[in-house]
Each structure stands twice: as C-alpha cells, then as structure tokens.
C-alpha cells in the first residue's frame, strides 16, 4: 500500500496518475499549502523538503516525481502493468525526458509563482514572471519537435512520462501560452486527459 | 563505446566521473562554452537542448545527469563495475537523490552565473546572485542532515550519487558557501576526490 502527499494542481499530481494507472493500491493525503502544513513539524518529518509529492512506501519515504515515476512503473511491472520501457535505452530516454520537465519545465513555470525561492525584490519577481511565457514556450517548442515521440510520449507505449507531461501542459494555460501553438502536445493533452485512470485521479483530487 | 559531450567544470563531470568509475570504453568531446558551440548548427544536432552532458551511445544520445548516472550503472552492471544499488527501492532513493541535485541545487547555482535564463534585468540577476548562497546552503543542510547515509552519499555502497554530490559539493567555494560548515560532506568531498577515477577524471577534463 502506497500513501501519497499531494496538493492538488500541484507536480504531485504526475505521481498521483501514475498510481491510478498502475492497479496498485494507494490513498491520499492532501498537504495544505494555504496552511503552510508543508513546513509543518509532521510534514517535515515525512519530507523535510517540504515539497510534494512524497510518497509513503513499506520501504520508506521517496520523494522527487522523477523517482517515484520510476519506481511506480517498476512495481507495477512486477503486477503486469506496464508504465515504461523494458529495454534499458528507451528505459533511460524516458528518465531524461522526465528530468527536462522537473529541471528545466518545472522551474520555467515556478519562476511565475515561486519567484521568492531565488530573488527578494517585487522587481525582480516581476522580471521573472515576465520570461515564464517565453521559457515555457522554449521548452514546449523542444517537446514539440524533437521528444514528443507520439502517440505517447515515449512513442507507441503509455508511460509515466505521459503523466508528467500532461501535467506540465496543463500548466501552460496559467502561464500564459495558448497549447495549440504546439498542435502535438495539445493533441497528446486531450488525448491523455480522456484517460479513465486520469480523470479518476482528477476526481480524487477534487475531492479531497 | 560512449562519446561524452562535456564542458570542463560543467555538471557534465558527474557523467564523466561515472564513466571513469565504471570500465566501460569511453571518449570525450568538449563544447566550447567561450565560443558558444552548445548553440551551434553541429551541437545542437547532437543535443537540441543546447547543453552538457550529452552522451552520445550505440542506440542513440542520451541526455540529463540523471538519466546519464543510472544508464552508465545499469551498463557497468552487466561488466561487472556495482555502482548503483540492485534492490529497486534503494535505487529508486538514489536517483530521488540524483533529482534534487539536478532539479534544487544546479537550479540554486545556476541563478548566479545564468540568472539570463530567467530575468532580463541587472538588478534582478543582482538579487538572485545575492541568494545562491543561502539557497545553496540550504541544500547542503538537508544534504548534510538528512540525505547523505555516510560514508557513501546512499550509504556503505559507492555510487553514481557520488560523483554527483562530488560535483555540487565541489561548487560552494564560488557560490561563497565554505564546506566546512557541513563536515559530513567535507569528509565526502575529500574521499571521493581521492579516487584514482575521479583523479583520471578531472585529468581529462584538464587536459581537453
């Protein structure tokens, strides 16, 4: 039995389809963030990151979506789902593409909101709110033309990376850039979100 | 036989190190930031991203520290070099590991020299300049208090982990941060600078 700590709309949400996906069973705990309950004494001691996702395992905690994307598919290969590449080439091509969206996608979008991380004047959060269009556009422009294998992510295979993906286009709007710019991705949005197992997780979500 | 794509002194000396550790037959190809070749005609067919490390393999290039580490252990595996954990939960942990260097702290670095990436302004690349260090501190902490298991980063195993933290560690003395504040990974630093692979590593790079 999996735990996983979300916040809804938040990266979490990638891991969260995943388990949906997988067959595995899991429940939720929702992280307050209007509460600060991430930098809370109890949260700190499941993540002392204070980040989310972090996932509650019978081994362990494991945090980072990039980790526990991985780690999901892995388990679940072990029940008969299959959320990655078996061969260890396409396996790795799959981590990189979910570290371009946490390293670089991720941190594009959190310059908007999240500009308090790396600066501490208004102006500085402006000027970086300001580039979040134009950064999110490079890396969508990258996805576009050159990862997005299709139909999936990875190509005729479903995997986590599809999760991932899903929720960092269903970021573009928020930020400001019109996903049929990028008619790939806007297709492959559509396309995943009409998932069974996603628009679960979405309820779930919205539920909690 | 794999082509590493790097820049001495980049982060493309994790992958490199790891490539020293493992055995395995390898070659080196610098791209010269002062001449920006990362954005050439002929780079960016390797790596469209425009970055280090790109390695280049037998069934195509391969992209991202994380993905690079894991795929140098899981071929190393198989030649008999162990550098990363078998079981899959301690994997999993070491490339969550992996992710919060790549995604949290070369994220915390980078806004020093390359806050262009994300603000247009002086005086914001100023601010995010004035923050690398207690973001970078910050990092270490949790690193130094939480994430390195001793003596190893993943524990008593030598791992692609510790090439990596190598790496990072080996950036706080320009992120005026002084190493000596988390001894844990002061000792760390010493050791892994100590191995005869990491030696023949940064002598390569020296020598590009």
Redesign the interface.
Do not use: C
């Given at each position: 039995m999996f735990t996983l700590h979300l916040s809804p709309g938040a990266c979490s949400r990638a891991s969260h389809i995943a388990l949906a996906e997988s067959g595995l069973a899991y429940t939720l705990k929702r992280v307050k963030f209007a509460e600060a309950e991430q930098r809370s004494e109890a949260f700190l001691k499941v993540n002392?990151?204070g980040r989310v996702p972090a996932l509650e395992?019978e081994?362990?905690v494991?945090?980072?979506?990039?980790?526990?994307l991985?780690?999901i598919a892995?388990?679940a290969s072990k029940a008969g789902a299959l959320l990655a590449p078996a061969d260890?080439?396409a396996f790795?091509?799959m981590?990189?593409f979910n570290?371009?969206l946490?390293?670089?996608v991720?941190?594009?979008h959190a310059?908007g909101r999240r500009g308090a991380?790396?600066?501490?004047?208004a102006?500085?959060h402006a000027?970086?709110l300001?580039?979040v269009p134009g950064?999110m556009r490079d890396g969508f422009r990258?996805i576009e033309?050159?990862f997005l294998a299709g139909p999936y992510a990875m190509g005729e295979q479903y995997t986590v990376a599809d999760a991932y993906l899903f929720v960092m286009s269903g970021w573009l709007k928020s930020d400001n850039v019109d996903i049929a710019e990028f008619p790939r991705v806007a297709e492959h949005f559509v396309r995943i979100g009409a998932r069974p197992a996603v628009k679960r997780a979405l309820e779930e979500e919205a539920s909690l």
């Open positions: 002392p990151k395992t081994h362990g494991l945090t980072e979506n990039v980790a526990i991985a780690y892995d388990t260890p080439f790795a091509r981590q990189a570290a371009y946490a390293s670089t991720h941190v594009a310059h991380r790396w600066a501490d004047q102006s500085s000027d970086m300001a580039r950064n990258l033309d050159e």
